[in-house]
């Protein structure tokens, strides 16, 4: 065999070597990991993870992905004793795989230029906060250096508009406006914000060794 | 050194060089020229998306402008625009001159570099309005990164015919790595866009695939395109051989089986299986091994020559991305540590580091690569060595402020942010100096930038002087009153820029 031949299959061997070791052995251990139903404390049972609904849910992940949500927020809470995660509030528990076996891909992030989202839905439940949050980060959180995402909202000032079935109504805060203002959000807007009520990692989850 | 009249022999080899410089130009100057224009497109969105990050009103009400889509067009174009692009150029170069033979498929791989810039073009526009996918170094949509991926078989298909080919029977380091490098990326990319964007993996196996392929982009992509480079430049502008051909050469297998192993160390403390991040650790730390190698052999070739980087611009850009090489790669190993990624994961500090390797490493190397090969593409001088000075101090003091800023300042955003008692707002607000001294540390890179745009574009359009007194940092007759003086070393010019 000449030397030509002989380095493309060293250097083909190499890296199909790594992709088996680190994408498909790991992909083989997980890929009949599914979600789980659950005994609750009052007698229910629920399936975790649960899919996303294809009417706002899922659109508004779409959102979070076009807008790139992901270079400053992750959606992972790091173990007790790694880090502050739990300290912090991010989670009552670290991550585990099966919380992220319904996504496609998963938005685990790298960054957290904001705090981390991955239980967001039980840390800030208000809608409205959102809302606000989103139309202007600087609104409810001061100091905050998010961009705001005004494009996501129609907004209406001097006398309440009427907006559609389904769609929230906000007035901004006096302090923040000359006149009275309103902020209906765009489908976008409300379906972004329906998928961020979604993030929870709840439940007791085994850990994968 | 390459011309002297005086000798015969010479003067054939000389010649012979030019026969190749001459088959190489049309098809290097697209891929140079298109390079350094999303060099600069580049650092346009660099410079948006830092000042978004302490001026969060900037550009605010453009959707198309928003962070999370500049950000990612910045990444991509800098990676598959201007690194990439370089890289093929510098590469196609290096393999007809390391291979003796005149280029092939010149038509065809100039078709292929209008096509990439076609296909980056698109890729860019689909993430600055909104279908990017963010998933990190992959955000193209997967109908643009396949076709990227897929023309690269026309690379591979050319690098084996030129070594089939090759007059030159001994297979230079550099070759190695090329060769490796072109069968590398198109590998990694289809793979990772296919099982990303397939059901072939499944929840948290996505995101390691995302990891082993943007870890392997600068690790099997634009690492050996660098080292080749540096392999090749240094013993050149030098005029004496690497110092050991054995050493180069475990470099290169220690690099081809322990690189790839590292991705996961992005991931530690996320929910993978515990053994998985272990691995990628372990890849880490094994890395020291062609890191070392590579240094001793690069400081042993420089050793007592380290004058020269007064002169030769070459030189000075190469000598500056192999050194950084050697610190982004220790950085690199070390921040694989559990209790060093404990505290710098998640900030800025990844951000520094990040910069450290495809900029002050690659793309200086990158710079010096072009330095010496357009010259004898276009067979004319750079038109101004105070342009190229102003170049080289932009790019290192804004790379070295940019580095120093961010490292630090990510360190203490990490350490703050594992302190459960400081106010995560407490964080952000500490880090807006840091995040101002970045945007200054951009615009000094950006400075640098335009200075060379312009000489690249002065070049392609033969402003320059005709060959025969390079462009030094020092004239050579400054040099030899210089040297007189001090007994240093005359420089190594010949009658071509070095």
Redesign the interface.
Known sequence: MNRVSLIALGVLATVIASLFGLVLIPNFQLESMGPRSIQQPDGSTAVYPAELDSYLEAPGREVYRDLGCVYCHSQQVRPEGFGADIERGWGARRSVPRDYVLQSPPFMGTMRTGPDLANIADRQPSQEWHYLHLYDPRITSPGSVMPSFKFLFDTTVGEAPRAPLGFPMIPLPETYVDEPTWIVPTERGRALIAYLGTLRQPFEMEEVQ | METDPRDPGRAADVRERAVIDRSAREVVLLWYGSSVFWLLLGSMLALVTSI???T??FL????WL????V??AHLNTVIYGWASMSGVGTLLWLMARLCKIRLPWREGLILAGIYWNAMVAIGTFQILV???????WLEFPWWVSIPLGVVFLVLIALT?KM??TRREKH?YVSQ?YL??AT??FP??YV?ATV??HS????????????W?FAH?VLG?WLTPIGLASAYYFIPKVLGRPIHSYYLSIIGF?SL??FY??A??H??I????????VT??TVGSMMMFVPVITVAVNHHLTMAGHFSKMRFSPTLRFIVFGAMSYTVVSVQGSLTAL?MVN?VG???HY??AHAHLGVYSFYSMIAFGSMYYVMPRLVEREWVSSRLIKIHFWACAVGMIMYWVGLSFGGWIQGLM????DVP??DV??R??PY?WSRSIAGTLMTIGHVSFAILVWKMIRREGAWLVEPTLFVTRKDAREAANASHLPAPATGGHAS
Request: hydrophobic share 50%; aromatic share 14%.
């Open positions: 978004k990050l302490h969060p009103g605010a009400d453009w959707e928003t962070f999370g889509r950000r990612p909104g279908n990017g996918t963010s998933i990190e084996v070594l089939r297979l190695w060769f490796g069968i590398w590998f990694l793979a099982l990303i059901p072939a993996a499944t929840g948290v196996a996505k995101a390691t695939a995302n082993w392997n099997l297998w081809a089986l790839n192993w991705g996961t992005h991931l403390g996320g929910p993978l299986p515990a053994w998985l691995v990628g559990r404990e994961h998640f900030t990844t951000i942010m594992n302190n459960p995560f707002m952000v607000q880090m807006i995040l």
